[in-house]
Nanobody
Framework: VQLQASGGGLVQAGGSLRLSCATS????????????VGWFRQAPGKEREFVAA????????YYADSVEGRFTISRDSAKNTVYLQMNSLKPEDTAVYYC???????????????????WGQGTLVTVSS
């Protein structure tokens, strides 16, 4: 399984970016599919934090309070790609953004990074004031 994140860049405050996470190597069997796909971010000197997530089956979404109403996670099954649309960006959104997959387990804590077993390489988002 591989994840390839892209779409980061430099944007002014108030602007928008769309991140993409291309997935490959996943089984098409529902029993073997991930439980959740998530986006996390890590700013310099800070711990990695949860941004958004989506149930692989059913498409229920979850958002951190800090991005609720500004960011939208979505998935294009035909393209095996997950997106994070980021609007009204703020300087505090500056970070390296990672996409990740959480396997189907008895307990799925979507906001906890340690439960995710596959990670993309990260893409840098810089928001200037």
């Amino acid at each position: 399984v591989q994840l390839q994140a892209s779409g980061g860049g430099l944007v002014q405050a108030g602007g928008s970016l769309r991140l993409s996470c291309a997935t490959s190597g996943l089984s098409s069997s529902p029993a073997s599919s991930p439980a959740v796909v998530g986006w996390f971010r890590q700013a310099p000197g800070k711990e990695r934090e949860f941004v958004a997530a989506m149930r692989w089956i059913g498409s229920r979404t979850y958002y951190a309070d800090s991005v609720e109403g500004r960011f939208t996670i979505s998935r294009d099954s035909a393209k095996n790609t997950v997106y994070l649309q980021m609007n009204s960006l703020k300087p505090e959104d500056t970070a390296v953004y990672y996409c990740a997959l959480h396997p189907q387990t008895a307990i799925v804590e979507v906001e906890t990074a340690r439960g995710y077993d596959y990670w993309g390489q990260g893409t840098l988002v810089t928001v200037s004031s």
